[in-house]
Structure formats: structure tokens, C-alpha cells
């Protein structure tokens, strides 16, 4: 069965870097695209980032400049590099394919 993994959450202060890797299984990694979301308590369930089979990137107004994702098809990982980490950051982050979705990994930015 398909299967996403998510890891890398955790707690980091705010300005610094956290990188989420997602492993997928069960799939032909390759010619899917596939996209990273989250939800803050209390907030509806928003897309952070996305990229294409083609590596085609496509990110919320909100992380544009800070977040990074990219994909390793021989490893079937997708990755979400964090940079300049904000309190307004602090969500469950899901990895999602399709009608997919990993469990998610919480990343808490606080001082």
C-alpha cells in the first residue's frame, strides 16, 4: 500500500533551519508530483510548497524566500528545507501525493 513518512520536525528558535524529509513507498515516486502542507492549531490545512514530476516548484506567498522543497527520485524523498524559521510557522506539517497523506511531523518555533 502507499505509504508517507514524515521526519525532521522538532523544536528550533525562531530564525533558525529545520529540514522535513517525507519517505514514500507503494508508488512510482518518480512521475508524481508531490507537496508539503500544514496546519496550525486551530487553522485550516494550507499548502506550503509543491513540486512536479518535472521539479517544478510552487510555494506559498508566506515561505517564499524561506523554505525550499526538492525531491530525490532514486531515494523516493521529497524535502522541505526551513530557513529563517517564524513563531507563525509552529504547525503539524504533512507530505501528501494524490489523495495520500502522511501522519505528519510537528515543528514548534519558540524561544
Known amino acids: 500500500q502507499v505509504q508517507l513518512v514524515e521526519s525532521g520536525g522538532g523544536l528550533v528558535q525562531p530564525g533558525g533551519s529545520l529540514r522535513l524529509s517525507c519517505a514514500v513507498s507503494g508508488i512510482t515516486f518518480s512521475i508524481y508530483g508531490m507537496g508539503w502542507y500544514r496546519q496550525a492549531p486551530g487553522k485550516q490545512r494550507e499548502l506550503v510548497a509543491s513540486?512536479?514530476?518535472?521539479?517544478?516548484?510552487r510555494y506559498a506567498d508566506s515561505v517564499k524566500g524561506r523554505f525550499t522543497i526538492s525531491r530525490d527520485n532514486a531515494k523516493n524523498n521529497v524535502y522541505l528545507q526551513m530557513n529563517s524559521l517564524k513563531p507563525e510557522d509552529t504547525a503539524v506539517y504533512y507530505c501528501?501525493?494524490?489523495?495520500?497523506w502522511g501522519k505528519g511531523t510537528l515543528v514548534t518555533v519558540s524561544s
Open positions: 513540486i512536479t514530476s518535472g521539479d517544478s516548484t
Open positions: 501528501n501525493t494524490m489523495e495520500y
